[in-house]
Structure formats: structure tokens, C-alpha cells
């Protein structure tokens, strides 16, 4: 079955913690990405990544860490810096070749600061 | 910056209606339009997705229009049914096919 899976489904943190989001994808996709889910403002990019080893911020990046050691992997990390980390977390992945662009998303995983 | 608006916030239909869900756009330069649904609490499954050379896109009873000269797209939904109660996302996909999103309407499909 190929898809893409995301662990947690749920998290909580304490105050000043780190936490890292698991995202894998085994679509043999090229590009990956992290968003951010609000009530009532819709998605909102975070990081994506388009080659291994090479990762771009978004629109809201500040608190939050990436990295691409492997195509199938793009692990996010929440940092004590994030100051409204509580919300739904979505990765996404496309391929880069041919015409369509389609992003695919996983389950997402929803963290909660305690 | 790309900006995405979509109305209305929230639709409540009577099963078997037919209905139409919009979205607009303010930058007309998109790679394309990409549909989404999304049930509470998980993640988006896509449903249709409209390349900026085409006009509309179909599958079973979902039709998705594209209008880039106006900045806008249509989702009609035929027939409408009770599981078809989800939340609508549309996305269009700029450079780096990075999303800009809407807020969603949120619809309700009543017995």
C-alpha cells in the first residue's frame, strides 16, 4: 500500500519541550511538506523540502526544524521557540516530473501543549 | 502574495440537491487549482485537480471548474448525498508548487 504515514496521531507537550513530528512517505515522491493547521485560517506552510539534503522555510517557520536525510523521510521538529504550537500538523508530498502536481497528504498528527 | 477566499463558510443542503462551492483567487499566474476534502480530524484527500491550461475537470459527481482570467473556481457537486458531509479545501499551487489554501466551507448534507 503506498501512502504516507505520520506518527503520532497525537502528542503532548509541556511547556519548553521539544518534539519531533514523524513524516514518511513511500510514494517515491521528490518533494515534501509540513503544514500547519488552525481553526478557521485553513493550511499554512511551514518547511518543504524538493531534493535530499535541501529543505526551504515557508510562510511561519520560526520555531520549527526540518531535515531530509532520506527521500522517504521528513521529520519536523517543534522547538520550545514556537510560542502557539497546539494545533493539526499535515505533511504532503508530490512528484516533481511530468505535468501533474499533485499533492498527496498523510493523516496528520495533532499536538497539544500542556 | 497569493491570497484564496472561499464562500460560503458553511452550507447546509437537503439530500439530493445539487450545489456549488467557490473559490477565488487574486494572483492569476497558478500552475493549478487543486480540490480537497477533508473529514474531522484527518487528513485532505484530494479530489480533483485543474492544470492552469484547462477549463474543467470531472470525476463521478463532482465537476471542478477554471476561470484564470477571473480568478476563479467552481466545485459542483450533483446528487448530493449524506456522506458527502466534509469540509472543502481549494489550493492553488504557485511556484516551487507550493499551496496557498482557502479557509474551507465546511458542508452538511441533510436526511
Known amino acids: 500500500d503506498g501512502g504516507i504515514t505520520q506518527s503520532p496521531k497525537y502528542l503532548f507537550r509541556k511547556e519548553g519541550q521539544n518534539v519531533t513530528l514523524s513524516c514518511e512517505q513511500n510514494l517515491n515522491h521528490d518533494a515534501m511538506y509540513w503544514y500547519r493547521q488552525d481553526p478557521g485560517q485553513g493550511l499554512r506552510l511551514i518547511y518543504y523540502?524538493?531534493?535530499?539534503?535541501?529543505?526551504q522555510k515557508g510562510d511561519i517557520a520560526e520555531g520549527y526544524s526540518v531535515s531530509r536525510e532520506k527521500k522517504e523521510s521528513f521529520p519536523l521538529t517543534v522547538t520550545s521557540a514556537q510560542k502557539n504550537p497546539t494545533a493539526f500538523y499535515l505533511c504532503?508530498?508530490?512528484?516533481?516530473?511530468?505535468?501533474?502536481?499533485?499533492?498527496?497528504f498523510g493523516p496528520g498528527t495533532r499536538l497539544t501543549v500542556l | 502574495k497569493q491570497e484564496v477566499t472561499q464562500i460560503p463558510a458553511a452550507l447546509s443542503v437537503p439530500e439530493g440537491e445539487n450545489l456549488v462551492l467557490n473559490c477565488s483567487f487574486t494572483?492569476?499566474?497558478?500552475?493549478?487549482l487543486q480540490w480537497f476534502r477533508q473529514d474531522p480530524g484527518k487528513g485532505l484527500t484530494s479530489l480533483l485537480l485543474?492544470?492552469?491550461?484547462?477549463r474543467e475537470q470531472t470525476s463521478g459527481r463532482l465537476n471542478a471548474s477554471l476561470d484564470k482570467s477571473s480568478g476563479r473556481s467552481t466545485l459542483y457537486i450533483a446528487a448530493s448525498q449524506p456522506g458527502d458531509s466534509a469540509t472543502y479545501l481549494c489550493?492553488?499551487?504557485?511556484?516551487?508548487?507550493?499551496?496557498?489554501f482557502g479557509t474551507g466551507t465546511r458542508l452538511q448534507v441533510t436526511l
Open positions: 494572483d492569476s499566474a497558478i500552475y493549478n
Open positions: 504532503a508530498s508530490r512528484r516533481l516530473a511530468g505535468d501533474v502536481n499533485e499533492q498527496f
Open positions: 523540502s524538493q531534493i535530499v539534503n535541501d529543505f
Open positions: 485543474i492544470q492552469s491550461s484547462q
Open positions: 489550493a492553488a499551487t504557485g511556484t516551487a508548487s507550493k499551496l496557498t
